[in-house]
């Protein structure tokens, strides 16, 4: 069960119903999961959205490798939420269900493309180590270039945030479907 309960439209400040309207103008109306325990915070909802849409709305990392890269977090840290709204924009950026499903079940995917086999084995060696090795940046830098890989990176925090976020307050998912096991 969720420990905060989403405010009221009627009870939201000037600046909430603001910040409320911006994201979820960007969601079909909808401000869910992190934005909204984050809203109670209307500087720091505003803050996070304009930041998650540096990612999300104009990254340069193709959105293939930005959805494989949320996944593997929300899987690191079984964000329930996070996986829900990731999993659907994953399969329709063109990551496979094999690839998807793999993750989801811990298990290492088999990738067709090498791409993805670099983001999949940076993320989580980062996830599991907290740190990068020689080697392992060196592929990554080899294949993404240094700007993208900088963005990578950054993006992975951004949700690592948004993944500690949903578990701390439990947020729910629609239906009370829990995707990963």
């Given at each position: 069960m969720a420990r905060v309960i989403d405010v009221a439209i009627e009870e939201m400040t000037a600046e909430q119903r603001r910040v409320y309207q911006e994201i979820g103008g960007a969601r079909g109306?909808?401000?869910?999961?992190?934005?909204a325990i984050w809203l109670r915070n209307p500087q720091l909802a505003d803050q996070a959205n304009q930041f998650g849409n540096a990612f999300r709305l104009n990254g340069k990392l193709d959105k293939r490798l930005f959805e494989l890269m949320v996944l593997v977090v929300a899987r690191h840290w079984s964000a329930q939420y996070e996986w829900f709204v990731h999993e659907k924009n994953g399969l329709e950026s063109g990551l496979t269900q094999a690839v998807v499903d793999a993750i989801r079940t811990r298990s290492i995917p088999e990738f067709a493309r090498e791409d993805e086999h670099v983001v999949?084995?940076?993320?989580t060696e980062l996830n599991?180590?907290?740190t990068l090795s020689q080697p392992a940046y060196d592929r990554a830098l080899a294949a993404l270039g240094l700007d993208l890989l900088i963005e990578l990176i950054a993006a992975a925090g951004f949700y690592t945030?948004?993944?500690m976020t949903l578990n701390a307050f439990d947020a729910p998912v629609p239906g009370g479907h829990r995707p990963l096991p």
């Open positions: 109306g909808v401000v869910r999961g992190p934005f999949y084995d940076t993320i599991e180590t907290r945030m948004v993944a």
